[in-house]
């Protein structure tokens, strides 16, 4: 007898599913997702990779334990650091499967670094970055101009930061000018903003209109998410690229921001900068009536020491010969001029008498006589000079009034007194055929004495005629 039959009933087995493994894999990541949607999670990075898709893969490890973390490039454009093997961190996110390999993993929507927060974190990072690359060296700053003409300031027009370094600007001195170029300070978009105030000021410096001698780029103070646009990668190499001299004015004297080490000049506060930009009127004044005293008292102490010297020289027999040779060629210099002089009254002398012997000479010569003969060839030639004229104007006017009647006889006006006329169409033009018009136009006859408008008809030949006399 079977054991169904001894217990009285039928057993029926269970029924076996069978999973694929997708499907499995599928199952099991719903429920832990479901379950796990939310975990903060601590460990050591390691075997950090981040490819050129923006998104970041490590393990986070503890003791023996481990787990895979993702986290893409939408989450991971938002850190304030870079991960790297080693770092002590805290994962937010979503525990999840990886259905390819079946791997338990977390996607990552927060990362924080474990004890310093990650503002401090990135901003050790990028510190240690650039300094290697030799952009906090002193070799490669530039001199910041003593008294310049035209500054330019990158900062938001709220900020009290800007109205303090205008009041100081003006006080100090008035003459200097200002270019603002409006930034945001704070936010996302405020490194963006500033960067490009930077560069902006050095696209223009080819303009010496609108160019300026120093950038100055400031803000007040605040905590570290205030400040932290200031501590931004693009912004700290525009900086560093700038032609133009920067300085730096972010925050309180106890705020360091990457900025600062990049800038050419660090100054404390935005007041700072603008009394380091620029110097006081007053001291340009008292420096320069400082420096006219020197140079006044060193004149006078060369002058001194030159005195002294030639007056030791004067005592040496050199000297001495010298001044006996000096005064030899003065003596002969006196000689020669008294010989010029007297040479000068000879030749005067000489020239004053022979002028007395040729005024003598002139006088006793009879001019009457000589200007009487000018006179008379003056009177004859006069005379035949007009009789010649008048001659000539008389055969000229017999031939005007020749040429006159001839021209009388040419005229058309000459035809008109005949009792012809000459007609015009109405653009002015003389008519020489009656197809030149039509009818409806207007002509008009000039006769010989006065003028006829008239209107164009057709006759009942068909000809046209005119019509309509006006005088």
Same mark, same amino acid.
């Given at each position: 007898?079977?054991?169904?039959?001894?217990?009285?009933?039928?057993?029926?087995?269970?029924?076996?599913?069978?999973?694929?493994?997708?499907?499995?894999?599928?199952?099991?990541?719903?429920?832990?997702?479901?379950?796990?949607?939310?975990?903060?999670?601590?460990?050591?990075?390691?075997?950090?990779?981040?490819?050129?898709?923006?998104?970041?893969?490590?393990?986070?490890?503890?003791?023996?334990?481990?787990?895979?973390?993702?986290?893409?490039?939408?989450?991971?454009?938002?850190?304030?650091?870079?991960?790297?093997?080693?770092?002590?961190?805290?994962?937010?996110?979503?525990?999840?499967?990886?259905?390819?390999?079946?791997?338990?993993?977390?996607?990552?929507?927060?990362?924080?670094?474990?004890?310093?927060?990650?503002?401090?974190?990135?901003?050790?990072?990028?510190?240690?970055?650039?300094?290697?690359?030799?952009?906090?060296?002193? =070799?490669?700053?530039?001199?910041?101009?003593?008294?310049?003409?035209?500054?330019?300031?990158?900062?938001?027009?709220?900020?009290?930061?800007?109205?303090?370094?205008?009041?100081?600007?003006?006080?100090?001195?008035?003459?200097?000018?200002?270019?603002?170029?409006?930034?945001?300070?704070?936010?996302?978009?405020?490194?963006?903003?500033?960067?490009?105030?930077?560069?902006?000021?050095?696209?223009?410096?080819?303009?010496?209109?609108?160019?300026?001698?120093?950038?100055?780029?400031?803000?007040?103070?605040?905590?570290?998410?205030?400040?932290?646009?200031?501590?931004?990668?693009?912004?700290?190499?525009?900086?560093?690229?700038?032609?133009?001299?920067?300085?730096?004015?972010?925050?309180? =004297?106890?705020?360091?921001?990457?900025?600062?080490?990049?800038?050419?000049?660090?100054?404390?506060?935005?007041?700072?900068?603008?009394?380091?930009?620029?110097?006081?009127?007053?001291?340009?004044?008292?420096?320069?009536?400082?420096?006219?005293?020197?140079?006044?008292?060193?004149?006078?102490?060369?002058?001194?020491?030159?005195?002294?010297?030639?007056?030791?020289?004067?005592?040496?027999?050199?000297?001495?010969?010298?001044?006996?040779?000096?005064?030899?060629?003065?003596?002969?210099?006196?000689?020669?001029?008294?010989?010029? =002089?007297?040479?000068?009254?000879?030749?005067?002398?000489?020239?004053?008498?022979?002028?007395?012997?040729?005024?003598?000479?002139?006088?006793?010569?009879?001019?009457?006589?000589?200007?009487?003969?000018?006179?008379?060839?003056?009177?004859?030639?006069?005379?035949?000079?007009?009789?010649?004229?008048?001659?000539?104007?008389?055969?000229?006017?017999?031939?005007?009034?020749?040429?006159?009647?001839?021209?009388?006889?040419?005229?058309?006006?000459?035809?008109? =007194?005949?009792?012809?006329?000459?007609?015009?169409?109405?653009?002015?033009?003389?008519?020489?055929?009656?197809?030149?018009?039509?009818?409806?136009?207007?002509?008009?006859?000039?006769?010989?004495?006065?003028?006829?408008?008239?209107?164009?008809?057709?006759?009942?030949?068909?000809?046209?005629?005119?019509?309509?006399?006006?005088?």
């Amino acid at each position: 007898m079977s054991l169904t039959d001894q217990l009285g009933f039928r057993f029926t087995p269970p029924e076996r599913r069978v999973w694929t493994v997708r499907g499995l894999v599928a199952a099991v990541r719903t429920h832990v997702e479901r379950e796990y949607s939310d975990a903060w999670v601590e460990g050591e990075i390691s075997n950090f990779r981040a490819p050129d898709s923006g998104h970041l893969y490590f393990t986070l490890k503890d003791g023996n334990a481990q787990i895979r973390v993702v986290m893409f490039s939408s989450k991971a454009r938002l850190l304030r650091f870079r991960p790297a093997d080693g770092m002590q961190v805290v994962v937010r996110g979503r525990v999840t499967i990886y259905e390819d390999r079946g791997e338990l993993q977390i996607s990552a929507e927060y990362i924080e670094p474990k004890g310093a927060g990650s503002l401090q974190v990135a901003f050790e990072q990028l510190k240690a970055k650039l300094e290697a690359e030799g952009l906090f060296a002193a =070799e490669r700053k530039k001199a910041i101009p003593a008294l310049p003409a035209r500054i330019g300031i990158v900062t938001s027009p709220q900020a009290a930061a800007l109205r303090d370094i205008l009041n100081i600007l003006q006080r100090r001195h008035h003459t200097a000018s200002v270019v603002i170029y409006p930034a945001q300070v704070q936010g996302d978009a405020a490194a963006i903003e500033v960067a490009s105030g930077v560069r902006y000021f050095n696209e223009i410096r080819s303009d010496k209109s609108r160019s300026v001698e120093v950038i100055i780029v400031g803000r007040g103070g605040g905590s570290a998410e205030d400040l932290a646009a200031f501590n931004n990668e693009g912004l700290a190499r525009a900086v560093a690229a700038s032609e133009i001299p920067v300085i730096s004015a972010v925050g309180h =004297e106890t705020d360091f921001t990457i900025v600062d080490f990049v800038a050419d000049m660090r100054a404390p506060t935005p007041s700072a900068a603008a009394e380091l930009v620029i110097r006081s009127r007053v001291e340009v004044e008292n420096q320069t009536d400082a420096v006219r005293e020197r140079l006044v008292r060193a004149m006078e102490r060369r002058l001194l020491e030159a005195r002294n010297a030639l007056m030791e020289r004067a005592q040496d027999g050199a000297f001495a010969r010298m001044m006996d040779l000096i005064r030899q060629r003065q003596q002969k210099l006196d000689d020669l001029t008294y010989r010029l =002089e007297r040479g000068e009254r000879q030749a005067l002398e000489k020239m004053q008498r022979r002028w007395e012997a040729v005024s003598a000479a002139v006088r006793h010569y009879d001019l009457r006589r000589v200007m009487a003969a000018i006179r008379g060839e003056l009177e004859a030639g006069t005379s035949a000079i007009a009789a010649a004229m008048r001659n000539q104007l008389l055969q000229n006017k017999v031939r005007l009034e020749r040429m006159g009647r001839a021209l009388e006889m040419l005229s058309p006006l000459a035809i008109l =007194e005949r009792g012809y006329a000459l007609v015009f169409d109405g653009a002015g033009n003389l008519v020489k055929d009656a197809a030149q018009v039509k009818v409806g136009d207007e002509i008009s006859a000039r006769v010989a004495r006065g003028e006829i408008k008239a209107t164009v008809r057709r006759t009942t030949e068909g000809k046209t005629s005119g019509s309509k006399p006006e005088q």
